[in-house]
């Protein structure tokens, strides 16, 4: 009688241990690669839109944003860029054709990168995904935005 009970015991206790762990994984998993922390508009110049990648092809964007940024003692000032990924395909075709345009996108930033979401740039440790395209300016006075 004694050894089933202690049986029963052990056997709930590992369950309950199990579950909080399998609970947990999945919480940080989800936390770091799937929650939207942060969503937003950016406003700038569509530089350079291409599909690309090995296993998985996706659509990668950057945009030149206005104004400078100061980054560092060799190279002090640069521009404010914006890289992004596509994964709609309708949005990816619309801004392959508006290279050099000003437009205005809709944005949600992941903490981190999945390699089937988009690339993985080297200044960013998330990842911004385009969702959507707000607006593109129809004048563009001299062909490329600038």
Not at 33 to 58: A, D, H, N, Q
Not at 67 to 96: C, H, Q, W
Request: with cysteine; aromatic share 20%; charged share 25%.
């Amino acid at each position: 009688m004694g050894f089933k009970f202690e049986w029963n015991r052990k056997r709930k206790i590992i369950t309950i241990v199990s579950l909080v762990l399998f609970f947990s994984l999945f919480c940080f998993i989800y936390f770091r690669y799937y929650f939207v922390y942060s969503e937003g508009t950016r406003v700038g110049i569509l530089y350079k839109f291409s599909k690309k990648g090995v296993v998985f092809k996706t659509h990668e964007g950057e945009m030149v944003l206005p104004g400078i940024r100061f980054k560092s003692n060799t190279a002090p000032v640069s521009s404010n860029m914006f890289y992004f990924s596509v994964r709609d395909e309708k949005i990816a075709k619309t801004l392959m054709q508006n290279q050099g345009a000003e437009i205005e996108v809709h944005y949600v930033y992941y903490f981190r990168p999945l390699p089937w979401r988009g690339d993985r740039y080297e200044n960013e440790k998330g990842q911004y995904i385009v969702d959507y395209i707000i607006k593109i300016k129809n004048q563009n006075p001299n062909g490329y935005g600038l």
